[in-house]
């Protein structure tokens, strides 16, 4: 894990500063410098000990697939066409959390617990980052 930034963002918002890293190919993630904790969507403080103080990091990009169900609703006219899709929870080595959608799901099977690694894939204008299991 290498850390991306040495000091809280100033000018750019952690969003900003965080989906700019994802159209670079990077996922980052913030980390409290007072308590440690590490986290995912990105914001202005620490959601364990409301520190302002924090840094960015770069993931591995490895995690555990935690949750996942598919969707046969959908419930955003923009993704009908895509029906079934799925959506995963994932714990990131470095320890967020985050919702994402697991690439190649095998039907019928129960995937908790398995290895995952991240990919990036172009999505209404965006880079997102998915993951897909491990072997």
């Given amino acids: 894990m290498s850390a991306v930034a ?3 963002q100033a000018p750019a918002a952690p969003y900003d500063t965080y989906r700019a ?3 670079a190919g990077r996922l980052t993630f913030q980390r409290c410098r007072a308590c440690a ?3 995912l969507p990105p914001r202005e403080e620490c959601p364990s000990c409301w520190s302002p103080e924090w840094r960015w990091e770069e993931a591995s990009g490895k ?3 935690v949750s996942w169900v598919v969707y046969h609703t ?3 006219k923009r993704f009908a066409d895509r ?3 799925n959506v995963a929870l994932v714990d990131l080595d470095e320890g967020p959390r985050m919702i994402t959608n697991l ?3 095998p039907a019928g099977q129960d995937v908790i617990g398995r290895r995952a690694t991240v990919i990036f894939e172009e999505d209404h204008g965006r ?3 998915r993951f897909r299991l491990i072997e």
Avoid: M, N, R
């Fill in 74 to 76: 959908a419930f955003d």
């Fill in 63 to 65: 995690a555990t697939v």
């Fill in 6 to 8: 040495t000091e809280s």
């Fill in 127 to 129: 880079q997102l980052p």
């Fill in 21 to 23: 890293g994802l159209d």
């Fill in 103 to 105: 690439i190649d799901l």
């Fill in 37 to 39: 904790s590490a986290w």
């Fill in 83 to 85: 029906l079934p899709y």
